[in-house]
């Protein structure tokens, strides 16, 4: 999928327009376990193409007072990640000296740049807006991120100037890996202990990105793709502090996989960081295993990675069902159970569930601990069953479908989970009315 960055100095509306954009989108209002909602990552569409939106300042650090050095870093990154950047000026303070900054960078990228200038509230303001063709950076357009009027305008030039969709990319139908975490957690290493030291592998095809190279695995009776990002990392080594680094980087690897094989440092133990990567797997719907790697760094005692995996489980929640693999990549340690692992998860993603097993096993259990009635009103599930979504989904076909709590959702999940391996898999669950 395609990525549209915006960019600008911090209170020219980025946020508002942030949330404009992705607002658009008819929500299919995603109550799927797990799912915090990031407030500078989502995806959108408009005439039908779909493609995902980053607010770059959301990342930032220091807020108002930022330094110029680290508002480089981020059009820097965006240029080499994104493959459109809308940067946004506003007309009020006309054109700053950190605008000027910015529009330098930009002018010497190769990326398509669209400029933006913002709080125009009123049809006056436009004239003022001229004063933007400064910049260099063409035709700028007048929006108002707060009551939206000129963003269409703005969503049609993002949309011709997005990359042709690399729609026809799919390679064919294989399994789809992504290693992905923090900087040093050892993805490289894993990457190449899997794919250098195995002769039969196979050349890289082009990816589903242009940026994105999947090799091809074949051994032990396993046939995937790995998303290699390690190569591609190394050049923007200087700006891998930043947590917008990472969380950018994985964007892309993220959405091109069925599985992410997120990394830790077991020195590290999971942080906050480690847990934005993780919500951005959840959110995109793709399987998830977990490797707590240099586990050869850490004095064990008998209950060591019972604790560890249940430390992670706790910060993971509520989708705690996620497998948890300990290696050690240079002793060669599970190295090949993370691909089984990975594996698993990816044949629970797309198996589908007759419906006639889903409704023997859960309508007795849902009659045995029917749905609380809520103010007076009796509530009660039909039938249930699988969608044809890509990703595991469940319908519940309710009459009050408008009635039912997060709670009661969290008791059918368990249970569909209970009786089927769903582990590192997120489901989604439904309620319609009937
Ligand atoms: P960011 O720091 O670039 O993300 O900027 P925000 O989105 O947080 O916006 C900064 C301030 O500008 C907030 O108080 C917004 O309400 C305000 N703002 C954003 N868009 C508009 C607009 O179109 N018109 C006006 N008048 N104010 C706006
Ligand atoms: P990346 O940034 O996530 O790709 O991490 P790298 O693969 O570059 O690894 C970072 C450092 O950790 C390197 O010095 C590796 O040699 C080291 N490393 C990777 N895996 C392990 C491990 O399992 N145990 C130990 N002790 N070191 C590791």
Known sequence: MSIVAIVGRPNVGKSTLFNRLVGMRKAIVNDSAGTTRD????????????????????????????????IRKQVVLAIEEADVILFLVEVSTGITDLDMVMADLLRRSSKKVILVVNKIDNNDQIYSSHEFYALGLGDPYCISAM???GTGEVMDAVIAALPEDAGA????????????????VGKSSLTNALLDTERNIVTPVAGTTRDSILSRYNKFGMDFYL????????????????????VLRSI???????????MLDATAGIEAQDLNIFNLVVRNKKGCVIVVNKWDLIEKESNTMKEFAEAIRRRIAPFSDVPIVFTSVPNKQ????????????????????????????????IEETPPPSTKGKYIRIKYVTQLASPTPSFAFFVNLPQY???????????????????????IQIFFRQK
């Open 227 to 246: 998303i290699d990002t390690a190569g591609l990392r190394k050049k923007a080594k200087v700006t891998e502090d930043l947590e917008f680094y990472s």
């Open 404 to 426: 039912i709590k997060e709670g009661y959702r969290r008791f059918l999940e368990n249970k569909i989970r209970e009786r089927w391996d769903f582990e590192g898999v997120p």
């Open 147 to 149: 009551s939206g009027s």
């Open 334 to 365: 599970r190295i090949l159970d993370v691909l089984q692992t990975a594996m698993r998860v990816y044949y629970s993603r797309i198996r589908k569930i007759p419906t006639s097993a889903l409704n023997e096993y859960l309508l007795p259990i």
């Open 252 to 262: 892309r690897s993220i959405e091109s996989s069925d599985v992410c094989i997120l």
């Open 39 to 70: 407030r500078h990552y989502g995806t959108t569409d408009w005439c039908g193409r779909e493609f995902s939106v980053i607010d770059t300042g959301g990342y930032a650090m220091g807020g108002e007072d930022i330094f110029e050095a680290e």
């Open 169 to 184: 990319e799919q390679a064919d139908d294989l399994p789809k890996f992504a290693v992905i975490g923090r900087p040093n």
